[in-house]
């Protein structure tokens, strides 16, 4: 901004001049006559307006500041609210997931009834039985198997009775 022009000769006229109360221009925005001495002061003494920061609305959100607030606490506290674990953490989780299950069957186990101790015996005898019975069925068919093979080798090897040598 450049400063007007000072035509005046005496120290006096640049004294009244500042008392004076500057000249309003059309179009500019007249001063609310309840605007104290604190709220000017973004006027500097050569009457320049002071630059002053801008209002960040993100950092003035008291949802923001709250927010902030509560991940320094858990940092601080070791906790890690946005579920990022690092990977020794994430194996121990998993081995101790691993043992509580297993304790869970354990228990499972230990805490059964008579009748159910009494079914799941029956069960296995039943599949044991049906293992069993698969098994003697294969063997005739593969003794007879063998014993075709063994006489169509026989067979083969003597020869017709009709035919003469």
Do not use: W
């Not at 500041?65 to 509560?70: D, G, I, Q, T, Y």
């Not at 990022?84 to 009834?113: N, Y």
């Amino acid at each position: 901004m450049i400063p007007e022009p000072d035509y005046s000769d005496s120290e006096d006229e640049r004294e009244q001049q500042r008392r004076r109360p500057p000249v309003r221009m059309p179009g500019m925005a007249a001063a609310h006559p309840h605007h104290n001495e604190a709220q000017l002061a973004h006027v500097n003494d050569e009457g320049l307006i002071v630059p002053r920061k801008l209002p960040n609305p993100c950092a003035e959100s008291a949802e923001r500041k709250s927010l902030h607030r509560e991940l320094l606490f858990n940092q601080k506290m070791g906790k890690s609210v946005l579920g990022q674990k690092s990977e020794l953490q994430k194996a121990m989780e998993k081995m101790k997931d691993e043992q509580r299950r297993k304790e869970l069957e354990e228990e499972r186990v230990k805490g059964r009834t008579a009748l159910e101790k009494r079914l799941e015996e029956q069960a296995n005898k039943l599949k044991l039985h049906e293992e069993t019975e698969v098994i003697k069925t294969d063997l005739p068919s593969s003794e007879e198997s063998e014993f075709l093979r063994v006489h169509a080798r026989v067979c083969s090897h003597t020869l017709p009775v009709d035919s003469k040598s």
